[in-house]
Structures are given as C-alpha cells and as structure tokens.
C-alpha cells in the first residue's frame, strides 16, 4: 500500500493508506488522534476540521494521499507543551462557548483560521459568515461569536482576553 508521509502536531508521521482513505481516518484510526470528530457525511458540519499548511480544511472530504508531505494541525496541536491553551480555546472556555463539545475541536480550528486571515478586523457578521460551514446544535452561536470577537485582539497581539470581555 502506498505511505502518506505528514508532520502532525510537530511529529514526523509515516503512514500507510489506500487510494480512498481519508485524511480524518488517518488522523482518528491509525493515529489516534481523536479530538478531530465525524459528525456527518456531507461534508457541512465542520466537526472534522484540521488545519494544512495553515489552513482550515474539512479532513473527512480530504484524501490522505492529497496532503501528503503537508504539516497538519489539530485540535490536540494546539495547546503549549506546558499546558497553555491556545487563544482561541481559552476565550471558548472564558466565554462558555461550547456545551456538550463535539462541534469544538472543528469550531476552534475554523474559528483560527478566520481570525488568522482577517489581520485588519473581524465584525460579527464576518465571524457568522466564516461559520457557515461550521455546526452546532447546542449554544445557539452567540456565545462562540463572542468567542471569536475576544481572541481576535490576543491573536494579533492588540490586547487581552481579560480586556476584551470588559
Ligand atoms: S464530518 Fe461533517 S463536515 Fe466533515
Ligand atoms: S457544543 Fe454541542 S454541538 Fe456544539
């Protein structure tokens, strides 16, 4: 079988796959890596979000041999090797931006990219827009746009998460 070769989460990964297996699958099954959810299989709910190279991308429509040779990032990449949570997963926690939790890890992910690639300014409208491929049947959304707007100013370092719920 042919082997899929990725760095995850600051790892060196060396897999092998089939033609068809996703890179979700990779992640979840031969990985373990299971922070990273399957929550349809119509590509709309977002729970399977990761990033590559940078980028937020839906991992249960990607294939495996697609990214081969990429730097993946998931949901249990992104807290420091102390503990430190990321930005975006503390303002979550601050603004109790989830429930029961199974849109998070997608919803975090999403949630960075948006904030990574709106350097000048994020208004709510953008942040519910940048959702639309993102689902949660829990909190209503308000709480995780409120999320969002927070660690917009901590992400590109224009104040606190504190100051920010001011
Ligand atoms: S699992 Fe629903 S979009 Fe990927
Ligand atoms: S917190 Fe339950 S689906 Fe979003």
Same mark, same amino acid.
């Given at each position: 079988?042919?082997?899929?070769?990725?760095?995850?989460?600051?790892?060196?990964?060396?897999?092998?796959?089939?033609?068809?297996?996703?890179?979700?699958?990779?992640?979840?099954?031969?990985?373990?890596?299971?922070?990273?959810?399957?929550?349809?299989?119509?590509?709309?709910?977002?729970?399977?979000?990761?990033?590559?190279?940078?980028?937020?991308?839906?991992?249960?429509?990607?294939?495996?041999?697609?990214?081969?040779?990429?730097?993946?990032?998931?949901?249990?990449?992104?807290?420091?090797?102390?503990?430190?949570?990321?930005?975006?997963?503390?303002? !979550?926690?601050?603004?109790?931006?989830?429930?029961?939790? !199974?849109?998070?890890?997608?919803?975090?992910?999403?949630?960075?990219?948006?904030?990574?690639?709106?350097?000048?300014?994020?208004?709510?409208?953008?942040?519910?827009?940048?959702?639309?491929?993102?689902?949660?049947?829990?909190?209503?959304?308000?709480?995780?746009?409120?999320?969002?707007?927070?660690?917009?100013?901590?992400?590109?370092?224009?104040?606190?998460?504190?100051?920010?719920?001011?």
């Amino acid at each position: 079988m042919p082997q899929v070769t990725l760095t995850v989460n600051g790892k060196a990964a060396s897999v092998e796959v089939e033609g068809r297996t996703l890179l979700v699958e990779v992640l979840r099954d031969k990985l373990g890596l299971t922070g990273t959810h399957v929550g349809c299989d119509t590509s709309q709910c977002g729970a399977c979000v990761v990033h590559v190279d940078g980028k937020a991308i839906k991992s249960c429509t990607t294939l495996a041999w697609q990214v081969d040779g990429s730097t993946v990032t998931t949901i249990e990449g992104l807290a420091a090797a102390d503990g430190t949570l990321h930005p975006m997963q503390e303002a !979550f926690r601050e603004y109790h931006a989830l429930q029961c939790g !199974f849109c998070t890890p997608g919803m975090v992910m999403s949630a960075i990219d948006l904030v990574t690639t709106h350097p000048d300014g994020l208004t709510e409208q953008q942040i519910r827009d940048g959702l639309e491929g993102n689902i949660c049947r829990c909190t209503g959304y308000h709480n995780i746009v409120k999320a969002i707007a927070a660690a917009w100013p901590v992400m590109h370092g224009r104040g606190t998460l504190a100051a920010a719920a001011e």
